[in-house]
């Protein structure tokens, strides 16, 4: 007489865990039917915070009506009956609970640390003695506001039409564009069509059309980075051994 093949129900469920103390804490879990109340409860104490011996468990069915309470800890889950969709309630017998009091939810619940200015001027190190340090080390690096003629000297030799050789990496090409950029920051900026496809951009930055140039041959740069002369388009086959 041939076997028959019995396959194994499904011995899982899926329930929807709240708590007591903390409203938002809301978590679909699996659990199998097998597991006992105990082991549950030592699996949600991990996600909640409720100790087990501080937690009670009580069951609704999806339309919201209560079934029962899980207070056997020895029963497996299946004793319950509960079907996907079913929701398990945590709650927190503790009083002095870590989940009590609403702070784990609204942090405007916590007491913050204050100190006076006096104390914290008292401080053998904080940060508005390093800034001050900072400051006095090098006065230029706190005033982040570039005047408008920022290196607009160093443009007095440049010009659209120069060749040109820009650092770093000796990239060479064309001057298209010497002036203002205000989309980029305060001072001068010079639009570079590079001979290679080594730039970033056509021209166009943020929006504003500075110059026209293939894709990727375009740059924008301070003068400073500039080097306007006798620099002719480089030979891809020059250093080729013969």
Wanted: glycine share 8%; hydrophobic share 35%.
């Amino acid at each position: 007489m041939a076997s028959q093949l019995h396959l194994p129900a499904d011995d899982s469920v899926q329930l929807l865990v709240t708590h007591s103390n903390i409203k938002t804490f809301s978590a679909d879990i699996r659990f199998s039917l097998q597991t006992t109340v105990e082991a549950v409860k030592d699996k949600l104490w991990k996600k909640s915070g409720t100790p087990m011996e501080s937690m009670r468990l009580e069951l609704y069915d999806d339309t919201g009506s209560k079934v029962g309470d899980l207070n056997e800890d020895f029963r497996p889950l299946g004793f319950y009956s509960p079907h996907n969709g079913y929701r398990l309630h945590i709650i927190d017998l503790d009083p002095t609970s870590v989940t009590s009091g609403g702070w784990l939810e609204d942090t405007s619940l916590v007491e913050k640390y204050t100190i006076s200015d006096e104390a914290y001027n008292k401080l053998d190190s904080n940060f508005r003695k390093f800034k001050e340090k900072m400051i006095s080390q090098n006065p230029t690096a706190s005033s982040k506001k570039l005047p408008d003629n920022y290196m607009e000297d160093l443009c007095a030799n440049i010009k659209v039409g120069d060749r040109c050789e820009v650092e770093p990496g000796a990239k060479r090409g064309l001057v298209k564009f010497v002036g203002k950029a205000e989309a980029l920051g305060p001072g001068f900026w010079v639009g570079i069509q590079y001979d290679e496809p080594l730039g970033k951009h056509d021209g166009m930055v943020k929006g504003v059309r500075f110059f026209q140039c293939p894709p990727a041959h375009g740059g924008i740069v301070r003068p400073d980075k500039v080097k306007v002369g006798d620099f002719p388009e480089r030979d891809p086959f020059e250093e080729e051994e013969i």
